[in-house]
C-alpha cells in the first residue's frame, strides 16, 4: 500500500481532473491505465472527480512519463497540492539530455507520449490500435487513421545502443535491416513506417540508409525528450519517394 503524503497546498481537482484528461490524448482509458501502469477504475475516478484526495508524487510521475499535449510533472504536483520545489527534481528531467543512452523502457514511454501529444495537436483522426508498446518486434505503436491515404502509421523507437555508437553501428544497422525485411511482408502503399530516436547521430544514421527498392512510406522522426517534442521529420527514400507530398507527417 502506498504511503501516505502530506500536501502543501490545497488540492485542486477541478484543475488536476482536466490535466489528466488532457494527459490521456487520443487514447482510451483502458490504453491511458495501461500506459500509465494504473487500473482502469483508477483513471476513471480520477478523471470523473470521484476522489477526495490527490495521488502521491510517484503516481503523478507514472502518469506524466505517458502524458500527451505537453502536461508535465510539475502541472500536475501543483493541481495536486504538492509544492514543485520540494518533489519537482525527478528522474523524468535527468533524462533531458538526448546524447545519452537510456534506459529502453524509460524511452518508449517518452516517445509515445511525444508522439500522441503531436498527434493531438494536429488535424489527423487517429485511434492506438492494439497495445501502444506491443509485443510485435517490428514495431513499438500502431496509430490507426481515419479519413487519411495512409491507413496505418507504424512507429519505431530506437535508442543508442550500449558503449559508443561507433563501435555498435554495424550491430546497429543490422538490426535496421532486418526491420527493413520484416517491412516486405507487412507495408504497402497505404501503411507509413517511422523511426523514432533521440539522437541526432541515430536520425542521420538511419537517413543515410535507405530502403530503396521497398515500396512503402518511411520516415526518421527526432524528438526531445524533455520537452516531449517534434524536434523534425524527413522521408528517406523509398520505391514510393515521390509520393510522400500527400502523406501525413508531424513536422
Known sequence: MSKAVNIDHEF????????????????TQTKFAKDCGLSVAYICKHLNKRINKPPIPSTLKKIAAVAANGITYED????????????????????????????????NKLATATITTALSNSNVKWFVN?????????????????????????????TIPSGSLSTKKEAFM??????????????????????????????????????????THISVILID???????????????????????????
Open 225 to 251: 525528450i524533455s520537452t516531449l517534442s517534434i524536434r523534425k521529420e524527413e522521408y528517406i527514400k523509398t520505391a514510393l519517394s515521390d509520393n510522400n507530398i500527400h502523406i501525413v507527417s508531424l513536422k
Open 76 to 107: 500536475l504536483l501543483d493541481a495536486a497540492g504538492y509544492d514543485v520545489d520540494k518533489y519537482g527534481n525527478t528522474d523524468i528531467n535527468t533524462l533531458s539530455d538526448s546524447s545519452s543512452p537510456i534506459q529502453e523502457l524509460d524511452f
Open 12 to 27: 485542486n481537482i477541478e484543475k488536476y481532473s482536466k490535466l489528466l484528461s488532457q494527459a490521456q490524448g487520443g487514447r
Open 130 to 158: 492494439g497495445n501502444s508498446i506491443s509485443n510485435n518486434t517490428y514495431y513499438d505503436m500502431d496509430i490507426e487513421l481515419q479519413d487519411c491515404q495512409i491507413t496505418h502509421w507504424f512507429f519505431k523507437f530506437i
Open 174 to 215: 543490422e538490426c535496421i535491416y532486418s526491420h527493413f525485411g520484416q517491412l516486405t511482408l507487412y507495408a504497402d502503399i497505404h501503411t507509413k513506417y517511422s523511426f523514432v530516436t533521440a539522437s541526432s547521430e541515430l536520425y542521420n544514421l538511419v537517413k543515410s540508409n535507405p530502403p530503396t527498392a521497398l515500396a
